[in-house]
């Protein structure tokens, strides 16, 4: 049972790199959602989709962008990589909103 | 304000003592309340959900939940070092099809 998987679990970038982060689940989950942990902090939503085809602006996506590939795939991508994008990134999805959600392991991403 | 305020921490009780993490939340239309528990380094994982008033227990531990005063808890009876992580409190409003975290609550269960 994989859950939620996220790649890459380590990444390095240059300012002004691109990259993208891949999530996909095996749970059947509808929700999907990414979310950005700086040290000492809580998570904060940068983007999700409720139902496959749809996409949401969270609380921090600016310098973000997102697609809900299919039901299983939901990738972030950055576009020109900032050192304040520094930060380690999880993807999380429930079947649906009032259900907990279900974590990947994380990527750490650092951008110098 | 935040939406989901927590005890500020850290917070350090001895091993066998009760711990207790307090949220609040500032949207009335919350409808589901979760506690998860993230060591460091690792990801968020669930231990307690929530959604009517009232207490509901689980092993060592325990949610309260009061929607009238906004107020979700979590109490960890008999606490062990393994407890030690840090607690994220999540309100989850189904109409806007998310959930809005707290910054969380670091606990330390000394031996």
């Known amino acids: 049972n994989a859950g939620v998987t996220q790649t890459p679990k380590f990444q390095v970038l240059k300012t002004g790199q691109s990259m993208t982060l891949q999530c996909a689940q095996d749970?059947?989950?509808?929700?999907m959602y990414w979310y950005r942990q700086d040290p000492g902090m809580g998570l904060r939503l940068i983007y999700y989709s409720a139902s496959e085809g749809t996409t949401d602006k969270g609380e921090v996506p600016n310098g973000y962008n997102v697609s809900r590939l299919n039901k299983r795939e939901f990738s972030l991508r950055l576009e020109s990589a900032a050192p304040s994008q520094t930060s380690v990134y999880f993807c999380a999805s429930t079947s649906r909103a009032s259900q907990p959600q279900h974590f990947g392991d994380g990527t750490r991403l650092s951008i110098l | 304000q935040k939406e989901v305020e927590q005890n500020s921490g850290p917070l350090s009780v001895p091993e066998g003592a009760i711990a207790s993490l307090n949220c609040t939340y500032s949207d009335r239309g919350s409808q589901s309340f979760f506690w998860y528990r993230q060591y460091s380094g690792k990801s968020p994982e669930l231990i307690m959900s929530?959604?009517?008033?009232g207490d509901k227990e689980d092993g060592r531990f325990t949610a309260q939940l009061n929607k009238a005063s906004q107020y979700v808890s979590l109490l960890i009876r008999d606490s062990q070092p393994s407890d030690s992580a840090t607690y994220l409190c999540a309100a989850d409003n189904t109409n806007a099809g998310k959930s809005t975290f707290g910054d969380g609550t670091t606990l330390t269960v000394k031996p």
């Open positions: 749970m059947n989950h509808n929700s």
């Open positions: 929530i959604y009517s008033n």
